[in-house]
């Protein structure tokens, strides 16, 4: 089953549309945007639509001075520019290399001129996992590692 879905092409594991905004757009409104779609990246695209970077929760983490307010800051100054991508016929046993490669969560999926055609995160890849087991394997009871311990450890 995970060699099968490992050759499938990326496009039949991406569930959602991106969320393609400019690299002018404010942070605040980015992050607005991201929270109101549930999604933990955007895609920037220059205006031919061509991509340029992607943006993600980590970014705002991992960049974002404390003394900053991201009401003034726009999206092209914490995004990071030029990402990997994927094209949507790729299989997807390489685009999870390339995520594991760069510690990505998030890949963009473009067509041959760039433009962004979907996204690929790590929770699409596990929802098709999961997908492809029987529901008697994922109903199974954990199995505890090890007894309980008495309290105190006594």
């Known amino acids: 089953m995970l060699s099968e879905l490992a050759n499938d092409p990326v496009r039949n594991v991406a569930r959602r549309q991106p ?6 757009q404010p942070v605040f409104a980015v992050l607005e945007r991201m929270c109101d779609d549930r999604q933990g990246a955007v895609l920037i695209c220059d205006e031919q639509g061509i991509l340029v970077g992607i943006f993600t929760e980590r970014d705002v ?6 003394d900053e307010t991201l009401r ?4 092209e100054d914490l995004m990071t520019r030029s990402p990997h991508s994927a094209k949507a016929e790729d299989n ?3 685009a999870l ?5 760069g510690a990505f969560r998030h890949l963009p999926i473009v067509d041959q001129q760039m433009r962004p055609v979907g996204i690929l995160s790590i929770r699409d890849v596990l929802v098709a996992v999961a997908d492809g087991f029987p529901q008697e394997i994922l109903n199974l009871p954990p199995v505890p590692l090890r007894g309980a ?4 450890g006594g």
């Open 19 to 24: 969320i393609v905004v400019t690299g002018d």
């Open 61 to 66: 983490l991992l960049k974002l001075g404390a």
């Open 72 to 75: 003034e800051r726009a999206v």
């Open 92 to 94: 997807l046993g390489t």
């Open 97 to 101: 290399h390339q995520m594991k490669e």
């Open 149 to 152: 311990s008495p309290i105190d």
